[in-house]
């Protein structure tokens, strides 16, 4: 982590959650067999249910996320669940367990409750790690930080171990991408050992050792679907994802199309290779047939992209001291 990384980067980790979210959405809870009986390989915006390139709950999240850093500084779980709350919107395609927990929030049940109100153990689901892009690029350079941060982030709607150390390796991971060279071949041997190192899961721990396997393979999408999984459940996704991310992690396209084309929980698949190519990659390596299609109302691709400006100059004021 000792190359600074440019505006591009930050602005890259949120738009790729954006990109790879849309491109997922037409084709979640699709297999992977029929993706490619219909379609071959997803490699440009469908129709989806709100339009081709919009996106879902994924990414209206991470847009909370952002916010929140860029206005407090940190990921205030308080502050976090009124924007959370705000930016709702019933047609992204939240579960049933997020729109549960934001009627609770919205209901004036206090966070620190309101999902262990939903699910009293706490959700498995991979609902924090798809939004948490922001968090890892904005304490990139402080990983212990970057932990709690993540943890926080996290806690307003998922309270189970699994559900909170995914979150929690997906920020590392996009820490780590964003402040990497990416002119520099990446090395996933070390990548790897660094993420298993502040895994506290031996089920987390494990994956990231099946990644480490397959990657040394050719790629092999039933096995990856198999061993790794692509499904809703943090534990059989965020692995998923950062495998893609490091086996095409020089070309943003195919990492995040064959994430895509594996089907299940695809949009948020999508969008969390999509964050990690983005912040390796920046925004100027997101396809411009799919950039150029995303939607750009007023929290569209424009606004996404100065989300980006604001979080990269909250964190060099946060270097400064200011
Ligand atoms: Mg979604």
Not at 8 to 30: C, I, M, Q, Y
Not at 108 to 123: D, I, K, L, M
Not at 293 to 312: I, S
């Amino acid at each position: 982590m000792s190359n600074p990384p440019t505006l591009d980067k930050f602005r890259g980790a949120l738009a790729g959650t954006f990109a790879g979210d849309a491109l997922g959405a037409p084709v979640e809870g699709l297999s992977a067999d029929r993706i490619f009986r219909e379609r071959g390989r997803v490699d440009k915006m469908l129709d989806a249910r709100l339009g081709a390139g919009t996106y879902t709950d994924d990414t209206e999240m991470m847009i909370g996320v952002a916010q929140t850093l860029v206005e407090r500084g940190d990921a205030d779980p308080e502050f976090l669940a009124t924007r959370f709350v705000e930016n709702f919107s019933p047609d992204r395609g939240y579960g049933h367990g997020t729109v549960a927990t934001l009627g609770y929030l919205a209901d004036g049940t206090p966070w620190a409750e309101a999902a262990r109100r939903v699910f009293a153990a706490g959700s498995m689901g991979n609902g924090a790690a798809m939004r948490v892009a922001p968090v890892g690029v904005m304490f990139h350079d402080d990983p212990e930080r970057l932990v709690v941060e993540a943890r926080r982030c996290a806690m307003v709607t998922h309270v189970h171990r699994l559900g909170v150390e995914g979150a929690v390796l997906q920020a590392l991971a996009v820490g780590m991408a964003v402040g990497l060279d990416n002119s520099r071949p990446l090395d996933v041997s070390s990548f790897l050992d660094e993420l298993g190192s502040r895994m506290t899961c031996d089920e987390y721990k494990k994956a990231l050792d099946t990644v480490s396997g397959l990657i040394r393979q050719p790629h092999d999408p039933d096995r990856v679907i198999g061993e790794l999984g692509c499904e809703a459940l943090a534990l059989r996704s965020v692995p998923c994802s950062i495998y893609l991310f490091l086996r095409y992690c020089s070309d943003f396209r195919e990492s995040v199309s064959r994430t895509v084309s594996l089907g299940g929980d695809a949009d948020t698949t999508g969008a969390m290779t999509g964050a990690l190519c983005g912040a390796y990659l920046g925004a100027g390596a997101i396809p411009s047939d799919w950039y150029d299609k995303l939607e750009n109302g007023p929290t569209g691709r424009d606004y996404v992209m100065e989300l980006g400006v604001a979080l990269y100059d909250r964190w060099r004021r946060a270097g400064d001291g200011g």
